[in-house]
C-alpha cells in the first residue's frame, strides 16, 4: 500500500483497499457513457471522425477517467484547476514590463477578447512567419506590447495565463488550421506521432490510437487528446502544459524528450489539436 | 536530423559495445528462424522463480503492463493491451517463446506494440542511461522463458 502511495496512485489505492488481493483486480472504472456539462455548459466528449481521420470517433480523455475524477471536473467549485484560473485572471490586469500596461489595458475583458483563441491553437503568425502555440502568443506580447520578460514554459504564471485564456474558450469546438503554411508543421507533426521512440521502441500510436480503451497496468488508456490543457492532474498536484504531457509519455518509454516549445512538440501538438477536431475545449481539465 | 540520430546511435551502440559474457550470445548476433530461437541465450536452463520477479517487476519484464497472468493473481492492476498469458506454454514451445521475448517484431509482425526485450533494433532517441542496452539480459530472458513454461492450463 505504501508503494501504491508513493505512485502518487492514491486514489487507485484508496479504491482497492476494500478488495481481496486475491482477485486480479482492475481500478475503478471509467463511466464510458458519461455526458459531461459544466454549470449548465454541454461539453462535447465524444464526436464523430471526419472521413479522412485515423479514428472512427473522437473521445475526450475525460470518458477515461474514474467516476471520482470525472466529477471533480463538473463543478468549478470542486476543481483545483481554478486556483490557477484565479492567479491568471489577476496577472491580466496587472500592469508589466517597460509600458506600464497590463494584458487588459490593450485587450479589455478576456471574456470578450480572448474566446476562442484556445480552441484554434497552435497558430500561424503572420509577423514572425512561425506557427505559434498559445503560450508562444502570450510571450510575443509580453515582449511587443508590454516591454516584458518572456515568462517560463512551466512557471506558474505561464500555465495560470493559459488556463485563464483556455477557459475562456471552454465549450467551443477544436478548430485548427492545417492548410497553408500550416501545412508542413501538420506534416512533421504526424510524422513524430508514428515514429517509434526510446528503449521500449513504442510510437504514441501504439498506445493512444492502437490501445485507448485498454488498462495498461492501472491506466486507462485514453486517445491522448489534448482539448483540456494546461490540465490539472492529480499526480502532479497542478496544471501542467501539454508539452510536459508529451514529455513524460516520452520519458516513459526510455526516451529523450524534445524540449518544451521545440519546433518537434510545436508541431506534434497542432497534429493532436486535429485529431480532436470537434471535441470541446475543457480547459482546465482534471486528471489522474 | 532523424537520420543523424539514427546514425549517433549505431555509433553510441558499436563503441560501448554490447559485450556478452562469455557463453552468451550477444543480442545483435541473435538468430530467429521461422519464428523461433533454437538454443538457450547463456547455454544454461532459466530459473523460472527468478523469471517470475522479472515478469512482474516494473523496471525489468513489466509484462504484467499488458498481460493478465492468474499465476500472478497477488498482484495489483493486470493489464489488458496484449493476450491473458494463461497456458502459454500450450499455446507456444520454448523456442517460440524465446523468440517472443528477445524480439517479438519477429513473431507478430513490425507494427506489435511488445517491446524486444533482448534486440538492438529500438527506437530513435534513446535515453542515455539505456543507450546500447537491452531491456533484459540473457540471463533473464532465460529466466522468464523457463516461467513462461511452468504457465500450463492443459
Known amino acids: ?288 | 536530423m532523424t537520420k543523424s540520430l539514427i546514425y549517433s546511435l549505431a555509433v553510441a551502440t558499436m563503441t560501448f559495445g554490447l559485450t556478452a559474457q562469455a557463453g552468451t550470445v550477444a543480442p545483435d548476433t541473435v538468430e530467429i528462424v521461422d519464428m523461433e530461437v533454437k538454443a538457450s541465450l547463456t547455454g544454461a536452463a532459466g530459473d523460472p522463480g527468478a523469471g517470475r520477479e522479472t515478469f512482474a517487476d516494473r523496471k525489468k519484464g513489466n509484462c504484467l503492463a499488458c498481460h493478465a497472468n492468474a499465476d500472478l493473481s497477488e498482484q495489483l492492476f493486470h493489464g489488458e493491451v496484449g493476450p491473458e498469458l494463461n497456458g502459454a506454454a500450450d499455446r507456444w514451445s520454448a523456442e517460440q517463446l524465446r523468440a517472443i521475448v528477445i524480439n517479438s517484431k519477429e513473431v507478430f509482425g513490425d507494427q506489435t506494440i511488445m517491446p524486444g526485450f533482448y534486440t538492438t533494433d529500438l527506437g530513435v532517441r534513446v535515453t542515455d542511461k539505456f543507450q546500447g542496452k537491452t531491456i533484459l539480459s540473457a540471463q533473464e530472458v532465460e529466466d522468464v522463458v523457463a516461467y513462461l513454461l511452468t504457465l500450463k492450463e492443459n
Open chain 1, 1 to 288: 500500500m505504501t508503494k501504491l502511495l508513493k505512485n502518487g496512485r492514491q486514489w487507485v489505492a484508496l479504491i482497492c483497499a476494500g478488495l481481496t488481493a486475491s482477485l486480479i483486480v482492475q481500478p475503478a472504472l471509467s463511466d464510458e457513457n458519461a455526458e459531461l456539462s459544466i454549470d449548465g455548459v454541454e461539453i462535447v466528449t465524444k464526436t464523430a471522425a471526419p472521413e479522412d481521420h485515423p479514428l472512427d470517433e473522437i473521445l475526450s480523455g475525460w470518458r477515461f477517467r474514474s467516476v471520482e475524477t470525472q466529477a471533480l471536473q463538473t463543478d468549478d467549485f470542486d476543481n483545483p484547476g481554478f486556483t490557477a484560473v484565479d492567479y491568471g485572471a489577476e496577472l491580466w490586469d496587472t500592469a508589466e514590463g517597460s509600458s506600464g500596461k497590463s494584458c487588459a489595458s490593450c485587450h479589455g475583458a478576456a471574456e470578450d477578447s480572448m474566446k476562442g483563441l484556445r480552441a484554434s491553437m497552435p497558430k500561424w503568425h503572420e509577423g514572425e512567419g512561425t506557427l505559434m502555440t498559445l503560450e508562444d502568443h502570450i510571450n510575443w506580447s509580453r515582449k511587443e506590447h508590454q516591454g516584458a520578460e518572456p515568462w517560463k514554459w512551466e512557471s506558474s504564471e505561464m500555465l495560470a495565463m493559459t488556463a485563464y485564456l483556455g477557459l475562456q474558450s471552454r465549450g467551443m469546438a477544436v478548430d485548427v488550421k492545417v492548410d497553408g503554411p500550416a501545412a508542413e508543421w501538420f506534416d512533421k507533426g504526424k510524422d513524430l506521432y508514428y515514429t517509434r521512440v526510446g528503449q521500449l521502441d513504442m510510437a504514441c500510436s501504439n498506445c493512444h490510437e492502437d490501445n485507448y480503451g485498454n488498462m495498461i497496468r492501472a491506466d486507462h488508456l485514453s486517445q491522448g487528446q489534448i482539448n483540456g490543457f494546461p490540465t490539472y492532474r492529480l499526480k502532479w498536484q497542478g496544471l501542467g502544459s501539454i508539452h510536459r504531457r508529451f514529455s513524460g509519455c516520452m520519458k516513459n518509454i526510455r526516451a529523450v524528450p524534445y524540449k518544451r516549445g521545440s519546433d518537434e512538440f510545436t508541431a506534434l501538438e497542432l497534429y493532436l489539436a486535429w485529431r480532436g477536431a470537434g471535441l470541446s475545449v475543457e480547459t482546465p481539465a482534471v486528471r489522474q
